[in-house]
C-alpha cells in the first residue's frame, strides 16, 4: 500500500510540473529612465536564471508609446542580453522566459539626422 501510495504522489508532482506554465520574467529594477529631449537611449536588459532556455524575445514599452518586440542579442548558457534604443522613458519590460530580468545599463547618446 505504501508503495502505491508513493507511486501516486509522484506521478501527481510530475503531472503538476508538466502541467504548470513557464512564468514571464518582468521587470525586478528600473522604470521611468529617460533621456533629454533630443537624444535617445539606449536600454541593456539581461535575463538571469534562464536555466538553459532557448533564445527568447523581449517586450519594452516607453512613454512615447512605442514598443519593441527583440530577439535576445547574445544568448550564454543562463542568461540573454537584449539591447533595445528609444527617445521615450521606459514604462515596462518584460521577457518570455523563466528568471530573473533586470536593466542592466542606460546610456544616452544624440539623435543621428540624416
Not at 501516486?8 to 503538476?16: E, F, G, I, R
Not at 529612465?33 to 516607453?62: D, I, W
Not at 528568471?99 to 546610456?107: N, P
Request: some cysteine.
Amino acid at each position: 500500500m505504501r508503495k502505491y501510495v508513493a507511486v501516486a504522489c509522484l506521478t501527481t508532482l510530475a503531472s503538476v510540473a508538466i502541467a504548470t506554465p513557464v512564468v514571464a520574467a518582468e521587470l525586478s529594477n528600473g522604470s521611468g529612465q529617460s533621456c533629454p529631449e533630443g537624444s535617445v537611449g539606449t536600454y541593456h536588459f539581461v535575463n538571469n536564471q534562464t536555466g538553459g532556455a532557448a533564445a527568447g524575445t523581449l517586450t519594452a514599452s516607453f512613454s512615447d508609446g512605442t514598443v519593441w518586440v527583440v530577439g535576445a542579442d547574445k544568448v550564454l548558457q543562463n542568461t540573454q542580453h537584449f539591447i533595445v534604443e528609444s527617445e521615450g522613458a521606459l514604462v515596462s519590460a518584460s521577457t518570455n522566459l523563466p528568471g530573473r530580468l533586470v536593466l542592466s545599463d542606460f546610456s544616452c547618446g544624440d539623435v543621428k539626422k540624416d
